[in-house]
Structure formats: structure tokens, C-alpha cells
């Protein structure tokens, strides 16, 4: 069982960003050390408690998708965390909630690729019938399920601050288009890719984001975390019905919570409640075990 840990108390290594689950350390010049706390954000804002065991849950499913996806450039190292850490309590809150990886130059966007009809997207649709500049057919409901996926890309964030929707020409002005092209193109394939994986396992991934950074030869690669129930919308199939908001094992326990409450959605966040907390983690732990168990009938 591991630690919990809000923030990480590594001393030996210098710490190079605070994201809003994540602590990064330098590791010489070319490699980094991430290490997943179990700090929970929503709606861009850090909570002040933590969620026990969070951190490796994420750090599981994300080393279960770079592996799934093979032929995909990633940022892993086979560097050991021993040969990096070597006082005995750093190892101890670092080991299964982190990952050694190169030092990118990551892309300031984030691509979120969207097969249904939630969230963001879902009221920008209501306001304007497109998201993110791309029209989509009239009548469609809450949680359908899109023509063919679409990609919407984002800025990212620092702590603190709301990610803002961009349309594909804002991106293609910050990164280049044929940057912006190839990001767009592997995105969709990593999520059609990943749905179909899901798909037999029970789950519906509605929508997910990745991140991408450019090694020295400038080539693309894959990074951060994938696929993960902070990063993506997972639902159950079996409960999957369009017109509503259906049940969930990602943040959205806990964002329902959090829209009940008398809060602006700025920090400081509201203290999550043991039951919300645990509600939250339960469904991760789902995504867990239907993602990476045995194939369902």
C-alpha cells in the first residue's frame, strides 16, 4: 500500500513544476522524474485534502496505455527509480506513483479528442450548434455519440487558471500547421484506438486528452499521462443512455458534488467530504480493473 501524499517531500533531486497533480524533478539534463500525488483538482482548482492512493492509480493506467500503444513514441526511460532516489523514505513515496521519463519541449495545448456530446462541448453546442468552431448536425442530445470524433484543442492552463478552448487555426498559429496537423491526425487514431480497447472491456470513453513535446530531433511524442480517469470521461456501457449526463468513473462524481455547493469554481477549493473522496476513488478503481483486466464477453 502506498503513501499518501499531498506534496512531495523529495529533497534530493530539484523540483522544476508543481502541476496540479503532478511534482517534476530535473534528473540530470535530459531526463525527469514525475511523481503522481494524490492531490484532486476540478474545474482547474486544487482541493486542500487529499484522495489516499490516487497518484498510483493514475500512475497504473497511464503505464498500462504507453504500453498498449507500442508503435507510439513515448516519454518513458528505462532509467530505475533505485538508481535516482537512493534515500530510503524519497523511495518510499516515490515508488508506484511515478514515472522517469526525457526531457521535452512540450507543446502549450493540450488535444482533446471528443467522440459524445458533454461537457464543454455540450454547451457550446447548445449556444452556437458547432464546438470549437466545427459545426456539427442539428437535434443532437446531451451524451450522443458524434458522426466521427472531433478534435478540440486547448491552452494549457497553469495552476489555477481555466483551460480556454481554442479552434484548430488559433492552434496551428502557436505550434505550426503541419505540427498541428500531425498532432490532430495521431490524437484521433490514439482514441478510436483506445475506444475499441474500452469498448470490449464495457466502457465508453466519451472524450480524452493527451500531450505531446518534441524530443531533440523534433520528432512527436507522447507524454504526461494518458488515458487516465483525470484526464478522460469514462462511462459504463451498460448504463449509457443519450439525453442525460450518464453515471461516470472519472472526476464527474466528484464535479456533481462540487456543483451542489455555493462556490465560484476559484480557489481555494472546498474540503472534500470522506464519502465524496471515496465515491470518486471507487469509480477510478473501476475504470482500472474493466481497463486493464481480462476481456468481458
Not at 487529499?50 to 492509480?57: E, Q, R, S, Y
Not at 505540427?179 to 480497447?197: C, F, K, P
Request: glycine letters at 6%; hydrophobic letters at 40%.
Amino acid at each position: 500500500m502506498t503513501r499518501t501524499v499531498f506534496d512531495t517531500a523529495i529533497r534530493s533531486l530539484p523540483r522544476i513544476h508543481q502541476g496540479k497533480v503532478r511534482d517534476v524533478f530535473a534528473v540530470g539534463e535530459d531526463q525527469l522524474l514525475m511523481v503522481a500525488s494524490d492531490r484532486v483538482s476540478a474545474f482547474d482548482v486544487v482541493m486542500p485534502n487529499p484522495a489516499p492512493g490516487k497518484g498510483a492509480l493514475l500512475t497504473d493506467v497511464a503505464l498500462f496505455w504507453f504500453a498498449h500503444f507500442q508503435d507510439v513514441p513515448n516519454h518513458l526511460t528505462d532509467t530505475r527509480l533505485e538508481d535516482v532516489l537512493r534515500d530510503d523514505e524519497e523511495l518510499a513515496e516515490a515508488r508506484g506513483r511515478s514515472m522517469l521519463v526525457k526531457r521535452l519541449d512540450a507543446l502549450p495545448v493540450e488535444a482533446v479528442v471528443r467522440g459524445y456530446l458533454i461537457g464543454s462541448g455540450w454547451k457550446d453546442y447548445q449556444d452556437s450548434g458547432a464546438v470549437c468552431g466545427i459545426t456539427l448536425p442539428t437535434g443532437l442530445r446531451q451524451a450522443d455519440k458524434l458522426p466521427e470524433p472531433v478534435f478540440t484543442p486547448a491552452t494549457k492552463a497553469a495552476v489555477g487558471d481555466h483551460d480556454e478552448n481554442i479552434d484548430f487555426d488559433e492552434m496551428a498559429n502557436r505550434i505550426g500547421r503541419e505540427r498541428a496537423e500531425e498532432v490532430r491526425r495521431v490524437s484521433i487514431d490514439l482514441y478510436q484506438r483506445a475506444a475499441a480497447h474500452a469498448a470490449a472491456r464495457g466502457i465508453i470513453i466519451a472524450d480524452t486528452k493527451f500531450e505531446f513535446g518534441l524530443d531533440a530531433d523534433e520528432n512527436l511524442v507522447l507524454m504526461d499521462e494518458v488515458l487516465t480517469p483525470d484526464s478522460s470521461r469514462f462511462w459504463p456501457a451498460d448504463r449509457y443512455q443519450p439525453g442525460t449526463s450518464p453515471p461516470s468513473f472519472d472526476k464527474q462524481f466528484l464535479r456533481d458534488w462540487l456543483e451542489t455547493l455555493d462556490w465560484d469554481k476559484t480557489a481555494p477549493g472546498p474540503t472534500l467530504p470522506p464519502d465524496v473522496i471515496e465515491g470518486t476513488l471507487a469509480g477510478y478503481r473501476e475504470a482500472r480493473e474493466r481497463l486493464m483486466g481480462p476481456e468481458r464477453a
